[in-house]
């Protein structure tokens, strides 16, 4: 094949020098070039370890011929911005990161590409920019940091911080808490949008077979990262190998399946359409919601589950939870190593893969004094710990284009239930509410203009977190929110509502005292009674046309900036919350 690379040598004389100047050497100059883009950065964990993956990727490049350019457009983080107008941006940095990849990467045409991120929108954001620039392209998941002591995580912080503003632990505590939640680099342990986005890497054929999610401190990963060098210089020169080429609708509905076994993030439903749409393949909630329903749930790891999540790679990762669910999935779709999905499973088993993982799993167990089986994280098949998935769409007259729950990490208590509204705009006014004991038993709280147009749709975390926290009030009531949440949250939270409040949709009209009928098995979300009192259909749709007539939009929050354009060009959260700039 005749590279693109050498094309642009001949019509931009420019372009050798200038690279010679760089620090490329001449010779470097006629080879494979590979394109290396990562969110390194000292942001976060899960990107301040990037650089030493990405010196690995060079090495295999160079080792296969290639010569490999170090590009970065750090990402991020949402644990760091909580609680504060900063998690507004969390969502927006996914479109530019993917803007800023396209640039990277066509402003100086490259052979092939290696993407490397590990969290929550670095990820999302570098899959849907290597399917804009479209060149025979490979995912390197950054990996998952260790656990603390006592296997600590930082999902239980917010558990913790609640814990002391109702005065139930003390400052130090809380302290030991926080320096001990997050003792090395990588993704949070726990199945989060990070560690869930990593899996999805994986399951829809964009990253070698067995590395996503793997402990970032591991010499595997670094193996990982040098033979995915090695791989793009290959890939550079085989026809048929670009993502477009690879990625289907099956490898959609893979990937799908793969989330209802792990049961992941919630945030998946924002970033696998938002993927999708850049490939031209439509994914809805509906296809989450149709996928889901019997599917088996397998994971035993955290938050719904017991164990920390760099567990997941010593039970085996994404290739055993596949082995388990193989029956269900599309096993001829191409994947980067050229062979298609059922043909990488096969060689795994062959390969001393499972053997290898099974000795950090013992590892793991000398650590901690504990006596953990494969079988213990990863259920077998007929041994699961669901058979409905995790995540169900809602809808009703509250959200006509649907809303998303996490029912594996929902009291069952809450699966049916008529509540009395408590409507909040704003989250700082809800939070105070829960901490004061203002909620009580038989709440919906909704908290609302948190969607995509209307802040940016930040994550409810700490209100979530505190009702979830709170033994009594984690099992009474529920929250609902044309917002997000973060991967970690838990509890009776129902999210992206939508049509979101901003556009008017029906969460704008719920007032104090309408009752609420949630019902998960049947997947409805209803108004059902005002001010209290039940009334029939008609008699609600008629209420709330009453209602309509007297809404009016808001000023819009943000005037100018990444916001202002986030807020006027992002679609519906149950379609992607992408920015659409049709007419």
């Given at each position: 094949?005749?590279?693109?690379s050498?094309?642009?040598?001949?019509?931009?004389?420019?372009?050798?020098?200038?690279?010679?100047?760089?620090?490329?050497?001449?010779?470097?100059?006629?080879?494979?070039?590979?394109?290396?883009?990562?969110t390194f950065?000292?942001?976060?964990?899960?990107?301040?370890?990037?650089?030493?993956?990405?010196?690995?990727?060079?090495?295999?490049?160079?080792?296969?011929?290639?010569?490999?350019?170090?590009?970065?457009?750090?990402d991020?983080?949402?644990?760091?911005?909580?609680?504060?107008?900063?998690?507004?941006?969390s969502?927006?940095?996914?479109?530019?990161?993917?803007?800023?990849?396209e640039?990277?990467a066509?402003?100086?045409p490259?052979?092939?590409?290696?993407?490397?991120?590990?969290?929550d929108?670095?990820?999302?954001?570098?899959?849907?920019?290597?399917?804009?620039?479209?060149?025979?392209?490979?995912?390197?998941?950054?990996?998952?940091?260790?656990?603390?002591?006592?296997?600590?995580?930082?999902?239980?912080?917010?558990?913790y911080?609640?814990?002391?503003?109702?005065?139930?632990?003390?400052?130090?505590?809380l302290?030991?808490?926080?320096?001990?939640a997050?003792?090395?680099?990588?993704?949070?342990?726990?199945?989060?949008?990070a560690?869930?986005?990593?899996?999805?890497?994986?399951?829809?054929?964009?990253?070698?077979?067995?590395?996503?999610?793997?402990?970032?401190?591991?010499?595997?990963?670094?193996?990982?990262?040098?033979?995915?060098?090695k791989?793009a210089?290959?890939?550079?020169k085989?026809?048929?190998?670009?993502?477009?080429?690879?990625?289907?609708?099956?490898?959609?509905e893979?990937?799908?399946l793969?989330?209802?076994a792990?049961?992941?993030?919630?945030?998946?439903?924002?970033?696998?359409?938002?993927?999708?749409?850049?490939?031209?393949?439509?994914?809805?909630?509906?296809?989450?919601?149709?996928?889901?329903?019997?599917?088996?749930?397998?994971?035993d790891?955290?938050?719904?589950?017991?164990?920390?999540a760099?567990?997941?790679?010593?039970?085996?990762?994404?290739p055993?939870?596949m082995?388990e669910?193989?029956?269900h999935?599309?096993?001829?779709?191409?994947t980067?190593?050229?062979?298609?999905?059922?043909?990488?499973?096969?060689?795994?088993?062959?390969?001393?893969?499972?053997?290898?993982?099974?000795?950090?799993?013992?590892?793991f167990?000398?650590?901690?004094?504990?006596?953990v089986t494969?079988e213990?994280?990863?259920?077998?098949?007929?041994?699961?710990?669901?058979?409905d998935?995790?995540?169900?769409?809602?809808?009703?007259?509250?959200?006509?284009?649907g809303?998303?729950?996490?029912h594996?990490?929902?009291?069952?208590?809450m699966?049916?239930?008529?509540?009395?509204?408590?409507?909040?705009?704003?989250?700082?006014?809800?939070?105070?509410a829960?901490?004061?004991?203002k909620?009580?038993k038989?709440?919906?709280?909704?908290?609302?203009?948190?969607?995509p147009k209307?802040?940016?749709?930040?994550?409810m975390?700490?209100?979530?977190?505190?009702?979830?926290?709170?033994?009594?009030?984690?099992?009474?009531?529920?929250?609902i929110?044309?917002g997000?949440?973060?991967?970690?949250?838990?509890?009776?939270?129902?999210?992206?509502?939508s049509?979101?409040?901003?556009?008017?949709?029906?969460?704008?009209?719920?007032?104090?005292?309408?009752?609420?009928?949630?019902?998960?098995?049947?997947?409805?979300?209803?108004?059902?009674?005002?001010q209290?009192?039940?009334?029939?259909p008609?008699?609600?749709?008629?209420?709330l046309?009453?209602?309509?007539?007297n809404?009016?939009?808001r000023?819009?929050?943000?005037k100018k900036?990444?916001?202002?354009?986030?807020?006027?060009?992002?679609?519906?959260?149950m379609?992607?919350?992408?920015?659409d700039?049709?007419?």
């Amino acid at each position: 094949m005749e590279l693109v690379s050498q094309k642009m040598r001949e019509l931009a004389p420019e372009l050798d020098p200038l690279r010679i100047g760089t620090g490329w050497k001449p010779e470097d100059l006629a080879k494979p070039q590979i394109f290396i883009e990562s969110t390194f950065g000292d942001s976060h964990p899960g990107s301040g370890h990037l650089d030493i993956l990405v010196e690995e990727v060079r090495k295999g490049a160079e080792e296969a011929g290639g010569h490999g350019a170090r590009y970065h457009c750090t990402d991020i983080c949402d644990g760091e911005s909580q609680g504060t107008d900063g998690i507004n941006y969390s969502l927006a940095s996914r479109e530019m990161i993917a803007n800023m990849i396209e640039i990277h990467a066509n402003a100086t045409p490259f052979d092939a590409g290696v993407y490397l991120a590990s969290c929550d929108k670095g990820l999302p954001g570098n899959l849907m920019g290597l399917a804009r620039v479209d060149i025979p392209s490979i995912v390197v998941p950054g990996g998952t940091m260790n656990a603390g002591p006592e296997m600590l995580t930082l999902e239980q912080l917010g558990m913790y911080s609640a814990k002391y503003q109702r005065g139930e632990i003390d400052e130090e505590k809380l302290n030991w808490a926080k320096c001990n939640a997050c003792p090395s680099c990588g993704a949070c342990s726990f199945i989060g949008t990070a560690s869930t986005m990593q899996i999805m890497a994986e399951a829809l054929g964009l990253a070698l077979p067995g590395s996503a999610l793997m402990p970032a401190t591991s010499p595997d990963l670094l193996a990982f990262a040098r033979q995915a060098g090695k791989r793009a210089v290959e890939m550079a020169k085989e026809p048929g190998m670009k993502p477009s080429e690879i990625v289907t609708l099956e490898s959609f509905e893979n990937a799908i399946l793969v989330h209802a076994a792990v049961s992941g993030s919630t945030n998946c439903l924002l970033h696998l359409p938002a993927i999708a749409h850049e490939f031209g393949i439509e994914i809805t909630g509906d296809t989450f919601d149709r996928l889901h329903r019997n599917a088996r749930y397998l994971l035993d790891v955290r938050p719904a589950g017991r164990w920390p999540a760099e567990v997941f790679y010593y039970a085996g990762g994404v290739p055993a939870i596949m082995e388990e669910i193989k029956e269900h999935l599309h096993l001829n779709v191409k994947t980067v190593t050229g062979k298609t999905l059922g043909e990488n499973l096969e060689e795994l088993k062959n390969n001393g893969f499972y053997e290898r993982c099974n000795k950090w799993l013992q590892d793991f167990n000398a650590r901690y004094g504990v006596s953990v089986t494969r079988e213990d994280i990863i259920r077998p098949y007929d041994q699961a710990i669901g058979t409905d998935g995790s995540i169900a769409i809602l809808r009703g007259n509250l959200a006509p284009e649907g809303a998303v729950i996490k029912h594996t990490a929902c009291p069952k208590e809450m699966f049916r239930a008529v509540l009395h509204a408590r409507p909040f705009d704003s989250e700082e006014e809800c939070l105070d509410a829960v901490l004061k004991h203002k909620v009580q038993k038989g709440d919906a709280v909704f908290i609302r203009y948190e969607g995509p147009k209307g802040s940016g749709m930040p994550e409810m975390f700490y209100t979530s977190e505190a009702i979830s926290s709170d033994k009594e009030l984690g099992r009474s009531i529920a929250l609902i929110t044309d917002g997000r949440f973060s991967g970690a949250s838990t509890g009776p939270v129902i999210g992206h509502c939508s049509p979101e409040a901003s556009d008017g949709g029906p969460i704008a009209l719920v007032e104090e005292g309408d009752l609420i009928e949630i019902d998960v098995m049947e997947r409805r979300l209803n108004i059902i009674g005002i001010q209290g009192a039940k009334k029939t259909p008609e008699e609600v749709d008629a209420v709330l046309a009453e209602r309509r007539k007297n809404w009016k939009p808001r000023e819009r929050k943000y005037k100018k900036g990444v916001l202002r354009l986030f807020s006027e060009h992002a679609v519906s959260p149950m379609k992607g919350a992408y920015l659409d700039f049709e007419d």
